[in-house]
């Protein structure tokens, strides 16, 4: 059974920075993207980055500049590090996996980690 692991949320000042992290396990196949979405409270969540196997990358236009998503296959462990955070960058954060290629920020991901939690304030 595929399992997502996320970590590394908690509450920053606006400017500060975070870093989460995804730890996949039980995969039979190597996935072939992952994925970052966010959910804030009220709204609908919301695609933030994604990473295909071949190291391929795409970003919301809110996070462009400040956020980077990476891989480290070898530990099937997933990152995203995030830079100048905002107020508005407050939500719960989800890991996302899947087999196919090039969901990009699309939340068609089969398999989703339990959300770690972002807060920033002003």
């Known amino acids: 059974q595929v399992q997502l692991a996320e970590s590394g949320g908690g509450s920053v000042q606006a400017g500060g920075s975070l870093r989460l992290s995804c730890v996949a396990s039980?995969?039979?196949?190597?996935?072939?993207?992952m994925g970052w979405f966010r959910q804030a409270q009220g709204k609908e969540r919301e695609g933030v980055a994604s990473i295909d196997s071949d190291g391929s990358t795409s970003y919301a236009d809110s996070v462009k500049g400040r956020f980077t998503i990476s891989q480290d296959n070898a530990k099937n462990t997933l990152f995203l590090q995030m830079n100048s955070l905002k107020p508005e960058d407050t939500a719960m954060y989800y890991c996302?996996?899947?087999?196919?290629?090039?969901?990009?920020?699309?939340?068609?991901?089969?398999?989703w980690g339990q959300g770690t939690q972002v807060t920033v304030s002003s």
């Open positions: 039980g995969y039979a196949y190597t996935h072939n993207c």
């Open positions: 996302a996996a899947d087999t196919r290629w090039s969901l990009l920020l699309r939340p068609e991901y089969r398999y």
